[in-house]
Structure formats: structure tokens, C-alpha cells
Nanobody
């Protein structure tokens, strides 16, 4: 069983900062990539940021320059540092990992976390 657990959500005023953390645990061969999606009320889930092999990062245009992703391969963690938060960043943030479950796996599997609420309001 592979688990992905997020932490660090909460409430903050506009302009503030939060740091989300995510850890993957369980039995798998290795992680291909990790990242974060978010889902705002009444909207579809959207990609926020991702980090792949070689630590290549990608960010949604809406968060570029404000959010920073970091990964610790030894600990199977990925953190999302969110600065200059705005009310439209309010959402449930979901961490995901793409794993190769076995040494012989040719395709990765996506495993989701349960989500953590981020609320930005005055």
C-alpha cells in the first residue's frame, strides 16, 4: 500500500505565506515525479507545480514567481512554499506522486493524497 500524506494547510491573510509538505510511503521501486494540484470551489482540479527526474520543475502561470517546489529524494518528500498568497489561491491542495511500483514496471502510477485546505482571506 502506497500512501501520500499532505500537511501544512491553513488560513492566512493576503500577502502571507504557507508551506505545504507531502510525503510518500509504502512499498514501491522509485518515484518518477511529484507535484501539487489544487481545486477551487466549483472548479476542476488544476495543476499547480511539478518536479520530475533531474529536479526539473514546472509551474502554472498563476503561481510563477510566488510558489517554489522542492523535493527530497531520500525522504520521498515534496514541499510547496507559497508566498504572496492571494484570495484566489484559496483551494484544496492535493499532492500526487508518480511511482514505478516494481523494478520491472514500464509505466508509472499516480497516487493522490487526501488534500489539505488553504484559505487566503482578510
Amino acid at each position: 500500500q502506497v500512501q501520500v500524506v499532505e500537511s501544512g494547510g491553513g488560513s492566512v491573510q493576503p500577502g502571507g505565506s504557507l508551506r505545504l509538505s507531502c510525503v510518500a510511503s509504502g512499498r514501491f521501486f522509485r518515484i518518477h515525479s511529484m507535484g501539487w494540484y489544487r481545486q477551487r470551489s466549483g472548479q476542476e482540479r488544476e495543476s499547480v507545480a511539478s518536479i520530475g527526474d533531474g529536479d526539473t520543475t514546472n509551474y502554472a502561470d498563476a503561481v510563477k514567481g510566488r510558489f517554489t517546489l522542492s523535493r527530497d529524494n531520500a525522504k520521498n518528500t515534496v514541499d510547496l512554499q507559497m508566498n504572496s498568497l492571494r484570495p484566489d489561491d484559496t483551494a484544496v491542495y492535493y499532492c500526487y506522486v508518480h511511482i514505478y511500483r516494481y523494478t520491472y514496471s514500464s509505466n508509472w502510477e499516480r497516487i493522490w493524497g487526501q488534500g489539505t485546505q488553504v484559505t487566503v482571506s482578510a
